[in-house]
């Protein structure tokens, strides 16, 4: 926990309460109200979280208003351009760049973890075909605490440790399988003598009939994805595996808790949504008719990939993604695509929008990472499981991060009451 050498003093009616301030090391200062109710019998009402810091963490920093976004202080853009996603996995996990010799360890570990157990092939077989691969995440990951039985014990660091690692390099098997499984084709096992994303790809586009040859540039571009999604401080799945965890359930269970999570639109399936909104949009002429609808407070529609509950300026990982598009697009030599052209022109229309500007709302993760995936071939259901498979290194390193925090509680939000007080029962006949 942070040094606190400030308070702030709270008055309510004759009570006064001194409420501690913690500084950290970077970003606006914490008011700790964990004895407020205690001393003063109230408590606060921040549904959403807009204001409130649910725990003490290390890992990354966001600063919204700068369009900052760091992971063990090292800012997203140099790791994006400079690192790779394993490289990335261990600095989230263990705080530092690895020296090359713990890289290589790392990387041998995880990639000697990306089979799953064969009896989980006969798990996959029950669900339907046309199941969206996101409920086939969530149910076969929950259902890993049924075949590892020796790393679901959080009370054992060394269990946590190998569960941390099945996660990590199974989640792309995983995934792979859910897609293989929708389209009819049998699942590939992966390679050891491939990159993490190039087995990825490997796993979803090889068939047994003939050679499948990995793109390098594709891998590269997709190795670039996971990097950019690979954590996100305290956001709605992160929180969710956090609070899952707090009362002690197992990793796989959590995780899957976080997958479930990061399915909704408002959240990681924002970049399915936004893929089908730009093609719903077709013609870059009818971007003003979508635009009208989005600040029309009657219309539930808004505009997917845009907005975001920190960055108040712009993402950062959308830069490199808008970027990415343009170059994966270029070297795959697709020329004038028009999912791009939509998106890049629904872009310029709404950030010269009063509306939008006012708001704060800018191209977020999600609102290029489509136009990229699917030029790769993945169809719109697979975008939120690849999200799913970037996230899970930052999951599961604040999983680690709690459970290793002495201040670990269970969590247990209190609420504003607004329903009837005490009544008696009435017999049904005196309804
Ligand atoms: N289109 C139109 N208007 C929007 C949008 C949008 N995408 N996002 C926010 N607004 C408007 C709201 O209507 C509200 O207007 P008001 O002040 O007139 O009432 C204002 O901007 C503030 O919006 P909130 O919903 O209060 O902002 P919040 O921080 O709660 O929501 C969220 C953030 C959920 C990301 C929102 O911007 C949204 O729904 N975006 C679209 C979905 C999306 O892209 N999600 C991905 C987020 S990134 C990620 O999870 C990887």
């Given at each position: 926990m942070a040094d606190s050498t400030k308070s702030a003093t709270l008055s309510i009616g004759d009570k006064t309460v001194e409420l501690p301030i913690h500084h950290p090391t970077a970003g606006p200062d914490v008011l700790d109200i964990r004895k407020l109710y205690s001393q003063a019998g109230v408590f606060t009402y921040d549904p959403g979280y807009t204001s409130t810091a649910s725990c003490d963490s290390t890992i990354t920093f966001i600063d919204g208003d700068k369009g900052e976004l760091l992971h063990r202080g090292y800012p997203i853009d140099q790791l994006a351009s400079k690192s790779h996603y394993l490289e990335v996995c261990y600095l989230l996990l263990y705080g530092e760049l690895p020296k090359a010799g713990e890289l290589e360890e790392f990387e041998n570990t995880i990639t000697r973890h990306t089979m799953i157990h064969e009896q989980m092939h006969n798990f996959f077989r029950g669900y339907r075909r046309d199941a969206h691969p996101m409920a086939v995440m969530v149910g076969t990951v929950g259902a890993m605490a049924a075949f590892y039985h020796d790393s679901t014990d959080i009370s054992d660091p060394h269990q946590r440790e190998i569960a941390s690692h099945r996660l990590i390099a199974k989640m792309p098997t995983i995934a792979a399988m859910a897609y293989k499984y929708s389209v009819g084709q049998p699942f590939v096992y992966p390679r050891n003598d491939l990159s993490y994303a190039a087995n990825f790809l490997h796993m979803c586009f090889a068939v047994p009939a003939e050679e499948y040859v990995v793109n390098p540039i594709l891998a590269r571009a997709m190795d670039r994805i996971f990097t950019l999604h690979a954590d996100h401080e305290q956001n709605a799945s992160t929180s969710t595996v956090r609070l899952a965890s707090s009362s002690g359930a197992n990793p796989f269970a959590c995780i899957a808790a976080g997958i479930a999570c990061l399915w909704g639109p408002a959240h990681g399936g924002a970049n399915q949504a936004c893929l089908e909104m730009l093609k719903e949009i077709g013609d870059p002429e009818r971007i003003p008719e979508f635009l009208a609808r989005a600040k029309d407070k009657n219309d539930p529609f808004r505009l997917m990939g845009f907005g975001h509950r920190v960055y108040k300026n712009f993402d950062p990982r959308a830069k490199v993604m808008k970027q990415s598009a343009d170059e994966v697009l270029d070297l795959l030599g697709v020329e004038d695509n028009p999912v791009l052209a939509t998106a890049k022109e629904l872009e310029k229309q709404a950030l010269a929008d009063d509306y939008f500007v006012e708001r704060k709302l800018f191209p977020n993760v999600d609102f290029y990472s489509g136009v990229i995936l699917e030029a790769m071939?993945?169809?719109?259901?697979m975008f939120t499981p690849i999200f799913a498979v970037g996230r899970t290194v930052g999951w599961v390193s604040q999983w680690k991060e709690m459970l290793n925090d002495p201040q670990n509680k269970i969590g247990r939000p209190r609420q504003l009451y607004l329903g009837e007080t005490a009544r008696d029962y009435v017999d049904i006949e005196n309804r």
């Open positions: 071939g993945f169809p719109l259901s």
